[in-house]
């Protein structure tokens, strides 16, 4: 049950994003462009509300460059390597609850296993999780979470979307993360416990952890992209079908070299025979 | 069931040792006759060994990369597929000035990838075909720190050699990024695809500005 001692930050942190999204609302839905071709591409993205999207983009973007991405340089900078894997391990552990009731809801006992086994070591041997013994030992960790689960039990993915600082999602993935935030039991703990500000503390340092791992990548993508904004929607809908299917491959994604039946239509065999209309 | 550490650290022992000598003795001449893993195989460890460290200049990494590309994957195909439903709007010239700007890109985008590797490995595990005389071939790349990396190679056989077409880490298409983002550079331009050379020409201008030689 929600205590309304919660109120505090998450209201506050609520109406920012409410006023963030409708200033964002504001610029309405995309309209589908009139060439066939660019119709076409349009419908493959499910991406219906472009506009708004961007706009959050923007706004996510501007309070990375304000707060998260200076805090992932000072964490990165002023910590030794050793206290930033130790945080990383840390809140690795304390996911892992999460992590096994996804793994057994998804049917993946041997993955339900591996997850029950490295916390009962990393929580004892390596000390609450800092020491990932687990993975010393062979045993490599994996995530897994509620969007996840609800697309291996047949739910699609639905339209893009661009949550307040949660960033790229969509209907079943933001679903998936609701679910989470009450059914996690160190939450549910924290509320209990009327300590809900461990809740947040804990969601910014997650935060700062994968943005200070991914310092130099997110960077790097930034800076050699054409269209920022898409290059992060489309690496995030791969890696999220990476994830979804636990890393036994992709093969449904359009790649070079295979033909599908439309472009077999709409394109000449040889490319020298292609003229610009 | 997960298998006990003492029998994975045995099979990496032996994955580590079989790497190890499959590095030092694989012929040269893979590249052209072998299997398809023969191929991936001796493709990344030419990668690591040329690109990776910081032991080379910034262009010197570019200028090796796109060497490597030109060579070792079909940039034609990889350049149609980019392209998508606007390669039938694209004349032979602009599909010819296209490709060689797409090349330094792509050569940019991935040097600065490699820059951060050191000290990395890599394992072929197994293939499959991959549909439409492609074969898929996957691998994952071992860290010095941190979990093991998948990696995927789409290949196929072009003139009895072998030619890569695209290039997967953990699940992550560059190809397939950069045809999403090209669609919409053309989408949102007046100019069609002439709008994304000429974005394309911006764009190497920058990084080659931005690279130092030293």
Redesign the interface.
Known sequence: MIRTSQSGVFTKLGLVALLAFSAAGLSGCASA?K?P??K???ER?NDPIEPFNRAMFAFNKQMDGMFLRPAAVIYKEALPGVVQ?GIHNFLANLRSPVVLANDLLQGEM?RA??TA?RFAINTTVGVLGVWDAA?Y?????HSEDFGQTFAVWGAGEGFYIVLPFLGPSNPRDALGLLTEWYVDPVNIIARNEDVEELILVRSVVTGVDFRARNL??ID?IE?????YY??I???YR??R???I?N?R???D???????YE??KQ???KD??S???? | ??PS?VL??KF?ALGAALLFSALFTWPTGAMQTGSAMGFVKDLSSTVLNQLTGTDISDSERVKRLRKLLVNHF?V???G???L?????????Q??DQFLKLYEI?VA??YA??FK?YHGETIDILREQP?????T?VFGRINQV?G??I?L?M?V?KKDGTFKA??L?I????M???H?????????RSSNG?QG?ID??EK?TSR?EAETPSQ
Not at chain 2, 170 to 173: A, D, P
């Open positions: 462009p060439d071709a660019a076409a591409e349009f993205e894997d041997d296993g591996n086994g993975a030992m062979g045993v490599e960790g130099e990548t790097e800076r050699t992209s054409l269209d898409v290059a929607r489309s690496l791969q890696r079908m990476e994830e299917s890393g491959g992709t093969s994604q359009p790649a070079p070299g295979i033909s439309r472009e709409e394109k000449p490319p020298s292609a003229r610009a209309q | 069931m997960t550490p994975l650290r990496r079909d034609p195909v990889v149609k597929f980019v998508g439903v606007y390669w039938r709007r694209t004349s032979k602009q599909f890109y940019h985008n600065g990838l951060k991959g549909g439409d005389d492609t898929q720190s979990p093991p998948a995927e789409r196929h077409l695209d997967k953990e699940g992550v298409s190809p397939l990024t045809r999403k983002q090209f669609a919409s550079v053309i989408g695809v994304l974005a394309l764009a990084f």
